[in-house]
Antibody
């Protein structure tokens, strides 16, 4: 099982960024996928999730209306489109897989991709 | 401020038993399983305990999890220097339709 994130970068406040996560080693279309972030020196925070079919998405209040999660089961990828970025969005963003029928049980994680929002 | 409350730090000497607490509410811990993650610097977080008290393969049986009402805990017996790490609790939250984490606890072996 492998999850590899990409797309992190330095971006100005108000800017946009698209993160991607490439999955391999498992049946991607069977799993809910999440994005979890960690501000440097702080704790883990759930950002967004998408169900296995891509029809249901949920967001943390802090990103609702600005971030959009999507997935392509044919390409085994999950993405996070981030718009209107703020300084407080600066964090290491992890892609993670939720074990089936087990909310909050993340049994595979990527190494993370760093997003820095600064002028 | 995290939805689940953990002590920022816990410490003990080799061989001791320490406990990391995780406090929540009826919408998260009170109605969902609790999972624990170990996070070492520069590494991806790792599932360390799931469904309150189940250990993934490779996690020593010195570690145990429990849950009662709206609180959970991770106990480490026979503390070893290699146990030093950050630990996070997490649970589904029915009110938020998402997952909530604790703020993390740094375990130090003195």
């Amino acid at each position: 099982v492998q999850l590899v994130e990409s797309g992190g970068d330095l971006v100005q406040p108000g800017g946009s960024l698209r993160l991607s996560c490439s999955a391999s080693g498992f049946t991607f279309s069977s799993y809910w996928m999440y994005w979890v972030r960690q501000v440097p020196g702080k704790g883990l925070v759930w950002v967004s999730r998408i169900n296995n079919g891509g029809t249901t998405t949920t967001y943390a209040e802090s990103v609702k209306g600005r971030f959009t999660i999507s997935r392509d089961n044919g390409r085994n990828t999950v993405s996070l489109q981030m718009n209107n970025l703020r300084a407080e969005d600066t964090a290491l963003y992890y892609c993670t897989r939720e074990a089936r029928s087990a909310v909050g049980m993340f049994d595979a994680w990527g190494q993370g991709t760093l997003v820095t929002v600064s002028s | 401020q995290s939805v689940l409350t953990q002590p920022p730090s816990v410490s003990g000497t080799p061989g001791q038993t320490v406990t990391i607490s995780c406090s929540g509410s009826s919408s998260n811990i009170g109605s969902n399983f609790v999972n624990w993650y170990q996070h070492l610097p520069g590494m991806a977080p790792k599932l360390f305990m799931y469904r309150n008290n189940q250990r993934p393969s490779g996690v020593p049986d010195r570690f145990s999890g429990s849950k009662s009402g709206t609180s959970a805990s991770l106990a480490i017996s026979g503390l070893r220097s290699e146990d030093e790490s950050d630990f996070y609790c997490a649970a589904g939250d029915d009110s938020l339709s998402g997952v909530v984490f604790g703020g993390g606890t740094k375990l130090t072996v003195l």
